[in-house]
Structure formats: C-alpha cells, structure tokens
C-alpha cells in the first residue's frame, strides 16, 4: 500500500472491483459466501483469537473503503471485525458502518465457519484462502487448548499476499471486446417475503460426477452449465421455442492463464448461450454448443481482449478526470444494460483442498452467491474430498429448478444428497441454517394491531385539532400523511427492503412537509405542536412493529431506534427556543421513545452490546 500525506496506507481498487462499490446497496449486495463445515461445534472465543491473529496477515482484507473525487479507494483499516453467531440470511449487504468498517464479515453457526466478502475486497480464490488461514488457526488454537502446547500460524505455501491489478499489469492494447447487451432469458415467479432467500444444496458423489462427464467427454463445469441449461429449458420454456436465449454467466479465474499470484479480484466472465429454435432440443445438443462456445470464448487471446476493454476505458484520460458522481451514474446504466444479457450465474471455483492433518477435522466447505430480485437466482459450485457442493440461492417461493437439475443428476446416476435452509418449507432442512422464519398470521395481526393503532393516533389528533380549533384543519393533513406511511410500510414490507431506514427518512421527510405546509397556509404552529412530534411517534411505533415481526435480526433495527430517538428531542430544543407552544405532545413524545430504547436494551442479549462496539467504536 502507499502511503497518503496523512501518514495513511491506502491502494487503488483493481480494474474490476471499481463497479462493486458503485451498483451495490441493499438490494443488490454483491456479495459472496464460503463455508466450512467443521465436525465439531465452534468455538466462539477461539474464532475471535484466530480471527485476530490471521487478519494481519492479509493485507487485501484488512481495509476499508473511502469515497474519491473520481474513485473509491481502500484505505487501512487498523480495527478489529467481530465474530457473530450467524441471525440472518446469507451474503446480505455488508453496511461497513456497521462492521467496523470493513468488507467482510465472519460468522458460525452450529460448526459451520461463515466467511461472506464484499466482491470489490476479492474473488474466490481469495476468499478460500483467506477461510483457509482462519480455519488452519482455529483449529490450531483449539487443538492448543487441549494439549497446552502452542503452535506457529499456518499460512498455505501456495496463498500469495500479492494485492497488485494484475488486469492493469496484463493488459495491452488490443482489438476491444464489447459485451453482450441482447437481451436473454429472465427466469420469473413468486417473490419470497421480506427478505428471505431460499438455500439448497446438492451433495454429489465427486467420483460418480468425473465418471459421467468423461463419459461425455467433457469437464465437470462444461458438463454442469449444459445440465443446468438443460433444466431451465425443460422446466421453463416447457421445450419451446424461445427469442430469447438462455444465458450462463460463468465467472473464469484468470490467474492460470497469466500466471498471477494476486490476491485481489483477478476473473473475467464469459457468457454461454443457447437460443430454443422450436425444436425438441436432447441434453447432448446443448451439451455440444455449450463446449463449442467455451472452447471459443475460454482462450488466453480472448481473455486478453476481455482485459483489453475493461482496462482501456479505465485509462480513457477524459473518463479518468470525471468526477465520481458522474460515473457513478454512467456505470450503472452500463450495468444494468449488460446484466439483461444472461440468465443467471454459474460459479465454480474448483477444488479446495486443505493439509492433511486438518482434513479431518471437516466435513465439507460450500460456496454461495448472494441474490436480490433484480438477479433473482444464482448458482454456486465447490468441491472438497470425495464430495461436489452445488448450492442454489434465490428471492422464489419454489425449487423447481434446483430439483429439476438435482433430478437430471440422480436420472444420470450420480447420487446427490440435499439440505435446505428450511425457506420456504422445512424440506431437506437439517437444522444447519437459523430458523428466520416468519409466522405470517402472526405477522397479520401485529399489523391489524399496527393499523388500529394508526387509526386511534388518526382520532385523537382529530379531536385535538377539533378542540383547539383555530382556523386550521392541520389534522387532516396529519392523517392523510399517516395513511400514506402506512401505506408505504405495508407496500413495502412484502419486498426485499431496508424498512427501518425507508420509516426514518419518511418521518424526516414529513416534518419538512408538515412545516412547510404551516407555513404556505399561514403560519399558525401546529408542525411544531403536533406534526413533528406525532411523526416521531408514529416512526417509534413502525420500528417497534418491525422488530417484532423480525425477532431473530431485531438488532439490525437498533441503530434506527437509537436515531429515532434522538429526532424525539428535537421537539424539546424547538419548545426550549420557543417555537412550540403546547408541549405535551413533546414531552409524551420524548418519553414513549427514551421508554421503548431502554426496554429494548434491558431485554436485548450481548448483540446489543456488540452492534454499540460495531457503530461506534467503542
């Protein structure tokens, strides 16, 4: 890393891992998880200490992202993350506030180890190696404590800490390489709630899988993309023709063809198509042009040009002294118009393989992709010992293509085993994922009960508005602003969105509305009186409902409570500067938040302590 006039370490992102920054939010996480499965529970003091004595080791991890004039940036990060028990779905968007301002995050659950990187940190051989480390050291750590001896920290021979662009470093001048912006088969259905994802893995014989694709005569990823083409052909087209085609994005690890080491984002992607022309298409014919076209497309010459285009743009001077906001902008219209070009991904990352006097210690490691309703489904690929990891991970209600490519599998004679994390229903769950389950009747009558509570709040500032009548309905205008946060909430609720941050912002939205309005009408007070305090109660009440629909994640909506409750005070300075002049709203206001926020801390376990030590710093 160079050193910033401050004294501070920081690095440019690689040629890649400068879009991630720029596309990623709450819907969209890009983010990515590897896990190992050990055989026996974890440990969660002995994660922290491995934890801690690994990450030093990696440079490439121990960072944080700033925001340029032009580009974002890494920046050192000195801090320490902190292990938690896993309480959400997988690969969810790592708000770096909340994480101590790194772009990874480490969990357990059960035995599992849960390693879940931001993409513009690295890809998945970086993050392999990276849970490799860590899974070497707690294992070490946790064999010390039974014999009393200490061992050295383990670091694979073959993990470079290499953080170089090695597309800036590899890339020449060449015929450029658009990509695909035809558009290609989108896979549809019924959207999960709220922000359930739906799991599957597929256990599968390794032996079985090198038997029958060399029956075939193809690899184990030429063979998987043709099988899962395959499943989307029968299971969606139904065997028809199509004008759009089915296509597999399938990242392709660089480092092999250019002899890198790095230990930052070194991939590029291909793109394998198939277009249905009405004919009653066999296995074998997808089979044969999905290796045609990786034979094509999968060479050093056109991972050159891939670089070539990629890199060439980044060094445009004109585009190079374009301010950040701008791009920001461009690059997201450049992205959502490349991401119509195919179906869905398809990642393998190959084999892992760990020392032999680890190995066994575990049972398997999985490899998942995060989705969101804009990329609905994805697929991830693995591989360790005797045993091929293929996880499915979408926002649908249904498997059906998951158990249409697993069926194909077991109809070719390859054994496959399934787990689920239990979403939509406990099939195949094993009980290896949190139960993040929502009782929708439960969940209908918390919001009967949120709605009468709306409706009662609605009454009383009608009568108070009736008898402090002083020419102003304002009341009205209360009440209509109410229903239509009410109205957002329960529109919003059934999607995959940040409701907490969504009821904050309204309810500053509304005080600037509410204040406005007193003032076009005439000035006569009631924003002040009773607007913004009844606005400040009603963000109380939206986030004292979400919490306990969502129990198993209540903390995720801590810091919101905490910010709600500071906005309650804001009435007091306005009665102390005296802009209000009734205040017992204000002071009701002030008390039902401060009340809410202790009972929270008082009933909340340590994960209220840690989200503190995580958002402050403390």
């Known amino acids: 890393m160079k050193k910033s006039p401050q004294g501070e370490r920081w690095r440019r992102l690689d040629n890649t891992a400068k879009i991630f920054p720029v596309i990623a939010d709450e819907n969209l996480s890009n983010v990515f998880r590897i896990s190992a499965q050990l ?4 440990v969660p003091g002995t994660l922290q200490r491995a934890l801690e004595e690994v990450l030093p080791q990696f440079e490439g991890f121990s960072v944080k992202l700033r925001r340029g004039f032009f580009w974002y940036y890494f920046e050192h990060n000195s801090r320490m993350p902190v292990i938690e028990r896993e309480t959400t779905y997988p690969c969810k968007y790592i708000d770096p506030h909340s994480n101590q301002l790194f772009l990874f995050r480490v969990t357990y659950f059960g035995s599992r180890i849960n390693l879940e990187v931001f993409h513009a940190v ?8 990276f849970l490799k480390a860590l ?17 050295p920290q383990k670091i694979s021979s073959d993990v470079s800490m290499n953080v170089e662009d090695s597309y800036v470093r590899n890339y020449r001048k060449i015929r450029k390489q658009k990509y695909s912006s035809a558009k290609a088969y989108h896979i549809t259905g019924e959207l999960l709630s709220l922000d359930e994802e739906n799991i599957l893995h597929g256990y599968i014989g390794l032996k079985e899988m090198k038997a029958v694709s060399k029956g075939y005569g193809v690899s184990i990823t030429r063979f ?17 023709p199509s004008e759009q085609s089915i296509g597999i994005s399938i990242p392709i690890n660089l480092r092999n063809f250019f002899g890198s080491e ?5 991939f590029a992607v291909t793109l394998v198509e198939f277009l249905s022309s009405g004919e009653n298409h066999t296995f074998e014919e997808i089979l044969h042009v999905v290796c045609t076209q990786m034979d094509e ?3 050093k010459e056109k991972m ?8 060439s743009s980044e060094k445009k001077w004109y585009l190079r002294i374009t301010p950040l906001v701008i791009k920001w902008l461009a690059l997201n219209l450049i992205f959502w118009r490349n991401n119509g070009a195919y179906t869905m991904t398809l990642s393998n990352i190959g084999p892992i393989e760990m020392d032999e006097e680890y190995a066994k210690e575990i049972e398997r490691f999985t490899m998942l992709i995060g989705v969101s309703r804009r990329q609905p489904m994805k697929c991830g690929v693995c591989s360790y010992a005797d045993e091929v990891n293929v996880t499915f991970s979408s926002v649908f209600q249904d498997t059906r293509l ?5 069926g194909f599998l077991r109809k070719e004679g390859i054994p496959v085993e399934l787990e689920s994390n239990g979403v939509p229903d406990h099939r195949d769950d094993k009980g290896q994922y949190p139960q993040i389950r929502y009782d929708k009747e439960r969940m209908k009558k918390i919001a009967n009960i949120f709605y009468g509570i709306m409706i009662f709040a609605g009454v009383i500032l009608g009568i108070i508005n009736l008898a402090t009548y002083s020419g102003s309905i304002w009341s009205v205008i209360a009440i209509a602003l109410m229903a239509y946060s009410v109205m957002t909430v329960r529109y919003s609720f059934m999607r995959h969105s940040n409701l907490a941050g969504k009821v904050v912002m309204q309810t500053i939205a509304a005080e600037i509305v509410w204040v406005s309005i007193d003032h076009v009408t005439g000035y006569s007070g009631w924003s002040v009186n009773y607007g913004i305090p009844s606005t400040i109660l009603f963000a109380d009440l939206a986030v004292v409902f979400l919490i306990l629909v969502n129990r198993m994640n209540w903390q995720s909506y801590f810091m919101y409570q905490i910010a709600v409750t500071v906005f309650s005070f804001i009435p007091l300075i306005l009665w102390a500067a005296g802009l209000i002049t009734r205040p017992l709203l204000s002071i009701v206001t002030v008390a039902v938040t401060v009340i809410i926020l202790a009972v929270t801390i008082v009933l909340g376990d340590r994960r209220v302590k840690n989200e503190l030590i995580r958002r402050f710093h403390i």
Not at 402 to 406: R, W
């Open 304 to 311: 050159e040009e891939t670089i070539s285009y990629n890199v």
């Open 122 to 129: 690295t890809d998945g051989l970086g993050a392999v190696n």
């Open 224 to 240: 998987l993309t043709a099988a899962l083409i395959w499943s989307i052909y029968q299971e969606y087209l139904k065997k028809k």
């Open 297 to 299: 497309k999968i060479t």
């Open 402 to 406: 998951a158990d249409t490519f697993f």
């Open 39 to 42: 055989k026996s529970e974890v």
């Open 262 to 266: 790095t230990m930052a984002n070194f």
């Open 135 to 151: 899974v070497y050291r707690y294992l070490d750590l946790v064999k010390d404590s039974r014999t009393g001896h200490k061992a």
